[in-house]
Structure formats: C-alpha cells, structure tokens
C-alpha cells in the first residue's frame, strides 16, 4: 500500500478551542484564608496589663491587627520607641521606657504598615 505524504490527512482544526472545558482551579478558599489575620486596617489596642508599673517593667499589650506587611511593628510610650516582641497578632510583650520629665503617664500607641493604633494610658507608679 501507498501511505499519504507526512502532514496531510487529519488535521485539527485550529478554530477548536479547549480554553472553555479548562478544569477550575481547586483552590477558591486561598482568597479567603488570605484576608484571615492580614490586618486590612490600623491595629487596635484594647488593653495594657498590667496599665500602671515602673521603668524596666514588661508589660503586655493586647488587642486586634498586630500585623505589619514589612514585619515592623512600634511601639512607643509618649513618642519614645520602646523594646517590642509580638509572639502573636493580638499579643504585646513591651519594656517601660523612663516616663518623661515630670509626667505621670503617657499615651501608649502601635503601629504597623496598616498604621497607628489608637492610645492607651499607662500610668508610672
């Protein structure tokens, strides 16, 4: 027998697209996991404990949105950056910096890439 020349014959049709049946992605729960802890917005700080204490004390500060996109997060006591570990997003390990000159408290404040914290009192003692 005689076979056809190379390239001829069956040859698909180039208007033929898959790109409609292309299998779904088995991942639509990745935008949600995503957005969990991503701290969309300032953090917030709901508490110092203990809220009164003495230079070189560690206190904890908690609250929501302790999260920074560049892994920075601040902590100042009356605008003096202070020593800060967070473990976890809701969760402050700070040392008492010296209180001002003459002050008796100061306003305690977070801030991370998503911005500044509101202000919690801390008293000297």
């Known amino acids: 027998g005689i076979l056809p020349p190379a390239g001829r014959g069956a040859t698909p049709s180039p208007s033929k697209s898959t790109s409609s049946s292309r299998p779904q992605s088995s991942a639509p729960t990745t935008s949600t ?4 802890g991503s701290g969309s917005g300032a953090p917030v700080l709901a508490s ?4 009164t204490g003495h230079p070189g004390q560690q ?3 908690l609250g929501t949105g302790f999260f920074s996109t560049n892994g ?3 902590v100042t006591f009356g605008g003096v950056v202070v020593p800060t570990r967070c473990p976890t997003e809701q969760r402050c390990v700070v040392t008492v910096p010296p209180p001002p000159r003459g002050a008796t408290s100061v ?3 977070l801030r991370t890439s ?12």
């Open 33 to 36: 996991t995503l957005a969990v």
């Open 114 to 125: 998503t911005g500044t914290s509101n202000a919690r009192t801390f008293s000297y003692d």
């Open 107 to 109: 306003a305690v404040q």
């Open 72 to 74: 920075t997060i601040v």
């Open 48 to 51: 110092l404990a203990p809220s």
């Open 59 to 61: 206190i904890t500060i």
